[in-house]
Structures are given as C-alpha cells and as structure tokens.
C-alpha cells in the first residue's frame, strides 16, 4: 500500500513560482511511475506530467511544456512538480498519482493505483 501526499500549493501572482511536493510511504515506490494531475472547477481530471520509475521517461503537456518540470528523488520517496511563469488558466486542484502498471498511457487515469488527496493551486491576475 502507499500513500500520497501533496504539499506546495497556495496563491500566487501570474509570472510567479511553485513547487509541489508528493510525498509517498511505502518502500517499493521507486518501481511506480508518477504523475500530475489538475482538476478545474467544472473540468474534468487532465495530466499535466508524468515520469517514469527509473525517471528516464518524462511526458508534458502541452500547455506546460518549458513552465514546468517534474522529477524524483527516490531516495526520499518524493516527486515534485516545479511551476514557473504560472499562468491564471493554471488554477485548479492538483493531483498526485502513482501507478505499477507502465504500459498504459499516461494520460490514462484508470492505470493509476494510488491518489493523494489534492493541493489548491491559485494564480491571480
């Protein structure tokens, strides 16, 4: 079993920066992909980017691409998401997520084993 747990989030200017942290228990994390969802009101769950176990495989979206960037420390059982030139559209409800299963597609929230509990990220205008 392994939990998930979100930190980081808060208020923040347009341009400004973030960094989410997603700390996990459990010793076999280094063998599960991870993942960042966000969650706007009236929108559905959507990723914004992922990383293999061995962090050799790393996805974004489109929207984030060269604002965001994701990593791991195994060592520490952690995966962070690091938001720069943050942007209004990017307020929502973020997501961590952890899976065993490395075929699916990313994108696919079905494949994903553990969830944490969400931090609220709002840029202002």
């Known amino acids: 079993q392994v939990q998930l747990v979100e930190s980081g989030g808060g208020l923040v200017q347009a341009g400004g920066s973030l960094r989410l942290s997603c700390a996990a228990s459990?010793?076999?994390?280094?063998?599960?992909?991870s993942a960042w969802f966000c969650e706007a009101p009236g929108t559905e769950r959507e990723l914004v980017a992922a990383?293999?176990?061995?962090?050799?495989?790393?996805y974004y979206a489109d929207s984030v691409k060269g604002r965001f960037t994701i990593s791991r420390d195994n060592a520490k059982t952690t995966v962070y998401l690091q938001m720069n030139s943050l942007k209004p559209e990017d307020t929502a409800v973020y997501y961590c997520?952890?899976?065993?299963?490395?075929?699916?597609?990313?994108?696919?929230?079905?494949?994903?084993?553990?969830w944490g509990q969400g931090t609220q990220v709002t840029v202002s205008s």
């Open positions: 459990g010793r076999t994390f280094s063998r599960y992909d």
């Open positions: 990383i293999s176990w061995s962090g050799y495989s790393i």
């Open positions: 997520a952890a899976r065993t299963n490395s075929y699916s597609d990313y994108d696919r929230l079905s494949s994903y084993d553990y």
